[in-house]
C-alpha cells in the first residue's frame, strides 16, 4: 500500500493548500467565516481540508515528477517555500 503512495506530491499539494487557506482566510473574512461554520472552527477546517488534499494527491498523482522537478525536491521547496510566505504574511500583516 505504501508504494501506492506518494509522500512527496501528498505533502506538496497540502503545504501550498495550507498557504491558500491562511492567507485568503486573513484577507477575506466571510471565507474564514465559512470554514468556522462548517467545521466548528477555522483551524479544524484547515486540518481536514489539508488532510484530505494530502491523501487524494498522494494516491492519485503517483508520478516521480511534478513540473520536471523530482518529488522530493519539490516537496521540500513547496513545504519551505509555504511556510516562508506564510510567515512573510504575518509579518507584513503585523506592521501594516
Keep these: 500500500m505504501i508504494k501506492k503512495f506518494n509522500v512527496y506530491n501528498g505533502a506538496s499539494a497540502a503545504s501550498v493548500l495550507l498557504a491558500v487557506l491562511v492567507i485568503a482566510g486573513e484577507l477575506y473574512a466571510p471565507f474564514k467565516a465559512f470554514l468556522a461554520s462548517v467545521f466548528t472552527h477555522h483551524w479544524v477546517a484547515k486540518a481536514v481540508l489539508v ?27 513547496s513545504v519551505l517555500g509555504s511556510l516562508a510566505v506564510i510567515f512573510l504574511f504575518y509579518i507584513i500583516h503585523y506592521f501594516a
Excluded: L, N, P, T
Excluded at 57 to 64: A, L, R
Design 51 to 77: 488532510m484530505a488534499a494530502f491523501v487524494i494527491v498522494g494516491f492519485v498523482y503517483k508520478e516521480k515528477k511534478i513540473f520536471g522537478m523530482e518529488s522530493g525536491k519539490a516537496a521540500w521547496y
